[in-house]
């Protein structure tokens, strides 16, 4: 009897332990997402009015970057059934689904790099002009961020592989974690791109 009665109060201390660290998590995440909002604010903010030089001139975009804005919507849609199945308690269907936004990140940034070597092969490089430096400054730091969550993600899979071993608070709050970085950079590419298409 004393036994199952310590159990339940070690379970439950180490369900309030896991929903704080949870909490440090998240905010940590949103304090960076602001900072990183703000470095791209001031980016953008300096690409608009730049745009008005008398040197500004569009290049036109290679198409690879609308294959690559499909990938990172698909890529969240995955991720966001990963975080619903691992709030479901089904650790193998999460981390294939974390595993399988990983994948379409990185079949992302090999588009990226892809868009780069076009742009290069018509002779088109930062100092081409404003625009040019723009969109190889932002669409860079943005391929940076993508790493690190990418480096994110793979973590994430590998604890919601082994979701049923570890503390399942903690580990759906790994999925939410992976999931906010995700869609943050998703919803950051559309921006991106949207803007760079209208100027």
Known sequence: MQAAVTATVTGSALGVGSELRNFQLRLGMWVFLGTVTML???FSSAFMVRSAGTDWHAMPLPRILWWN???IMLSSV???YGRRCANQSRWGSAAAAVGGAGLLGLLFLLGQLDAWRQLAQAGISVPTGP???SFYMMTGLHALHLM????????GAWRLWRGALDDEVA?????SLCAT???FLGG???YLFAMMLLL
């Open 40 to 42: 791209f604010a001031a």
């Open 69 to 71: 804005t499909g990938l």
């Open 78 to 80: 995955v991720l966001d």
């Open 131 to 133: 625009f040019a430096a």
């Open 148 to 155: 690190a969550a990418l480096a994110l993600l793979g973590w």
């Open 171 to 175: 580990v759906r709050g790994v999925a």
């Open 181 to 183: 970085f995700w869609h």
């Open 188 to 190: 950051l590419w559309l």
